[in-house]
């Protein structure tokens, strides 16, 4: 005879083997999520502008944050597929893209950083964050590589790459929040590009922004107001005739970088402002004149930042 007791202690039975195939079930997806090691900011590519003069090195604008096993890249300027690689991150692993402006040096490789996961074993989603223009930017390389992508589906077995990425479109105000993040833009000023903006990254204890590419732009330090880290574009004014003169094409660049970049003084007001904890000089404008040294960039923000300073370079990587 089936009594309640019975009933009771089979159910019990059946709860505590639920439970603890929920307990296996999330310990073994523990165990297979790759450790993709400690917490880090990695600066990838810090060249102001598109040209590449000299290699790779410094390559155009790229960034890698780690975070509680999470990466977050900001901004794909060409060669981060390979920076990535050369910093030892999976490809595969990729997650979360975020573009602060849409051009070239900050958004030529978004297409094919996707696609170079994909190709080294990518099935999981990304979602990818940038301004108007975002899903035209994606609609575009899913166009210009469509009998690629469906080829090797066919041919490979691969699963759709274009299912696999999802392109978000943003704005001032919060572009991103997540258990284990916040992520939040502010307009700048980057004529005459008008949906650009500075990133803030907020994760439990650890806070870093980045300011795009900008002019001098005061409401940058209280967005920044106590940030762990400022990662800040930065221009020698002096220096900047070595651009003019490798830019023959371009009349008008030395009116463009005047409007739309932050004199190294400038960047040190920001940050004295924002009294942010460290300041990281990077998106060097220009990157690559020969007459220009550590020591110009390091004078230049003395004058108005005390604080502790980092001149990034590529694959550099900073602990959080």
Known sequence: MVTRRHLLAASLGLAAT?????????AFAQQSAPNLGPNRLVTLGTRGGPAIRTGFTPAPSANLIVYDNVPYVIDTGYGVSGKLVESKFPLPQLRYIFITHHHSDHNAEFGLLAYNSWAMGLKTPI???GPAGMKQLAQGFWDAYKFDIETRMADEGRPDLRK????????????????????SALRNVHPPIKE????KFEFPGKTIVFSG????????????????ILVHEVMLFPAIEFIVRANPNAGRILEHLKASHTPVADVGRIATEAGVKTL???HFVPADSPKVTDKDWIDGVRETWKGELV?????????L
């Open 164 to 183: 696999l990425v999802s392109a978000h479109e943003y704005a001032e105000g919060e572009v991103l929040k997540t258990d284990k993040a916040r992520v």
């Open 213 to 228: 590419d900008t002019a001098y732009h005061p409401p940058l330090a209280q967005f920044a107001k106590g940030a762990d």
């Open 280 to 282: 990281v000089l990077s």
């Open 311 to 319: 001149l990034a370079k590529d694959l550099m990587e900073i602990k």
């Open 196 to 199: 650009s903006f500075a990133l």
């Open 18 to 26: 639920a439970h603890q195939s929920m307990s296996l079930r999330a």
């Open 127 to 129: 979602d990818a964050y």
